[in-house]
């Protein structure tokens, strides 16, 4: 499936991601976090239970993260993710610990690694972009009972064909081989320039 391709590169390729969580207040809080495992259940982290992070996760069940691999922004890849997390406690820890051998210098002996607990992310919603490509290269994916919420212009059937939108799309992503013209989803950026460009506001944003 492909949601396990986008999930395995960011285990495996990416493998270091910044999370975001909201505070008692309502407001966004960053921290990084290393992907550690996947399988067809979703992503597996893990973090010490004395850690505000911890509380944070425990309050909403909820998290969002981002990880990028490239030398710069041009050579770049970028997979988010967001979505519902449970602790799995103990269960998970001997496991991920094994397959991400470096958690021992972190957490050397037996006693330290009782402050760790496991969370699996295992339901949500993410988004790929290589940018790399040109045009760039975008997709959307879903896994366990995650529903979509990505964002996406339509061309709808008022329509022209006038093709006023074409200079103003930076991926040259609109084909206008018919009409109405169709945007192809899987280069766009989702900048809008469409929607706010065309005469006949042919255009609709979804999502």
Same mark, same amino acid.
């Given at each position: 499936?492909? /949601?396990?391709?986008?999930?395995?590169?960011?285990?495996?390729?990416?493998?270091? %991601?910044?999370?975001?969580?909201?505070?008692?207040? $309502?407001?966004?809080?960053?921290?990084?976090?290393? @992907?550690?495992?996947?399988?067809?259940? $979703?992503?597996?982290?893990? %973090?010490?239970?004395?850690?505000?992070?911890?509380?944070?996760?425990?309050?909403?069940?909820?998290?969002?993260?981002? *990880?990028?691999?490239? #030398?710069?922004?041009?050579?770049?890849?970028?997979?988010?993710?967001? =979505?519902?997390? !449970? /602790?799995?406690?103990?269960?998970?820890?001997?496991?991920?610990?094994?397959?991400?051998?470096?958690?021992?210098?972190?957490?050397? %002996?037996?006693? #330290?690694?009782?402050?760790?607990?496991?969370?699996?992310?295992?339901?949500?919603?993410?988004?790929?972009?290589?940018?790399?490509?040109?045009?760039?290269?975008?997709?959307?994916?879903?896994?366990?009972?995650?529903? #979509?919420?990505?964002?996406?212009?339509?061309?709808?059937?008022?329509? %022209? *064909?006038?093709?006023?939108?074409?200079?103003?799309?930076?991926? *040259?992503? @609109?084909?206008? =081989? #018919?009409?109405?013209?169709?945007?192809?989803?899987?280069?766009?950026?989702? !900048?809008?320039?469409?929607?706010? @460009?065309?005469?006949?506001?042919?255009? @609709?944003?979804?999502?």
């Amino acid at each position: 499936m492909a /949601e396990n391709k986008y999930l395995n590169y960011l285990q495996k390729e990416i493998h270091t %991601t910044v999370a975001a969580t909201t505070d008692n207040n $309502g407001l966004p809080v960053t921290c990084a976090i290393d @992907i550690m495992d996947h399988d067809e259940n $979703g992503l597996y982290f893990l %973090t010490a239970k004395g850690k505000s992070f911890y509380a944070r996760l425990k309050k909403d069940g909820y998290i969002s993260l981002t *990880g990028i691999k490239g #030398s710069d922004t041009l050579s770049c890849t970028a997979l988010s993710v967001r =979505g519902k997390v !449970c /602790e799995l406690g103990n269960e998970r820890v001997e496991v991920l610990i094994r397959k991400n051998p470096y958690m021992n210098k972190i957490y050397p %002996t037996a006693e #330290s690694k009782k402050a760790l607990t496991a969370f699996l992310l295992y339901e949500g919603s993410g988004e790929w972009f290589d940018l790399s490509k040109k045009p760039i290269e975008r997709a959307s994916f879903t896994f366990g009972s995650g529903k #979509s919420k990505d964002i996406s212009y339509l061309i709808t059937n008022a329509c %022209t *064909g006038c093709r006023s939108c074409e200079a103003a799309c930076p991926q *040259g992503c @609109i084909d206008f =081989g #018919s009409v109405p013209a169709v945007i192809k989803q899987g280069n766009c950026l989702s !900048c809008g320039n469409c929607i706010t @460009i065309c005469p006949q506001k042919a255009v @609709i944003r979804k999502g």
